[in-house]
T-cell receptor, first 115, second 111 residues
Framework: AQSVTQLGSHVSVSEGALVLLRCNYS??????LFWYVQYPNQGLQLLLK??????LVKGINGFEAEFKKSETSFHLTKPSAHMSDAAEYFC?????????????FGQGTILTVHP | SQTIHQWPATLVQPVGSPLSLECTVE??????LYWYRQAAGRGLQLLFY??????ISSEVPQNLSASRPQDRQFILSSKKLLLSDSGFYLC??????????FGEGSRLTVL
């Protein structure tokens, strides 16, 4: 079984500041990990994914995440926040293989960007 | 390229009425299909998934049901809606055991 914990339901940063959204996972098998972004009243859009290749994963819109097995973490970062980054972000884990792509999602982190 | 569409985008229904939400995927064949529900402050909950026509697996027992009448069509239904069925319903597809690609969502309000 897998689980995901996102630390902080709300994160607020100033425009141009570092964005750090925290995600810790639990998985009984080597995990696949994902970050999604959701804008109000829209579906989820994939930001990036880790599928056992490079531990530092680069995604769209300048985001990246680092898989740290020893810490069971997959934190999302962006060096400089933009107003358009304001949204809700979800971390998700899949066990791969016979999990048939079923993802377990965290509770989400709402990112607010101040001018 | 692959696209996924779901409709209607918004729906307001009285308690006890039926429900039908539809989802269609284009540009791929034999996708895995999923229905998730997003209730306020509760993250995403997997309701149903399907790995082929007529093959439906339920993750949460409730008064909802799902069907897959065609390879790329996935329908979420209810015979009698409850207040607790209100939420944002998301259809998604996957090429296998990798990432999910989501539709635009359907917001259901049960009054």
């Amino acid at each position: 079984a897998q689980s995901v914990t996102q630390l902080g339901s709300h994160v607020s940063v100033s425009e141009g500041a570092l964005v750090l959204l925290r995600c810790n996972y639990s998985s009984s098998v080597p995990p696949y990990l994902f970050w999604y972004v959701q804008y109000p009243n829209q579906g989820l859009q994939l930001l990036l994914k880790y599928t056992s290749a490079a531990t530092l994963v680069k995604g769209i819109n300048g985001f990246e995440a680092e898989f740290k097995k020893s810490e069971t973490s997959f934190h999302l970062t962006k060096p400089s926040a933009h107003m358009s980054d304001a949204a809700e972000y979800f971390c998700a884990v899949s066990g791969g293989g016979t999990s048939y792509g079923k993802l377990t999602f965290g509770q989400g982190t709402i990112l607010t960007v101040h001018p | 390229s692959q696209t996924i569409h779901q409709w209607p985008a918004t729906l307001v229904q009285p308690v006890g009425s039926p429900l039908s939400l539809e989802c269609t995927v284009e540009g791929t064949s034999n996708p895995n299909l999923y229905w998730y529900r997003q209730a306020a402050g509760r993250g995403l909950q997997l309701l149903f998934y399907s790995v082929g026509i007529g093959q439906i697996s339920s993750e949460v027992p409730q008064n909802l049901s799902a069907s897959r009448p065609q390879d790329r069509q996935f329908i979420l239904s209810s015979k009698k809606l409850l207040l607790s069925d209100s939420g944002f319903y998301l259809c998604a597809w996957s090429p296998g055991d990798r990432e999910l690609f989501f539709g635009e969502g359907s917001r259901l309000t049960v009054l």
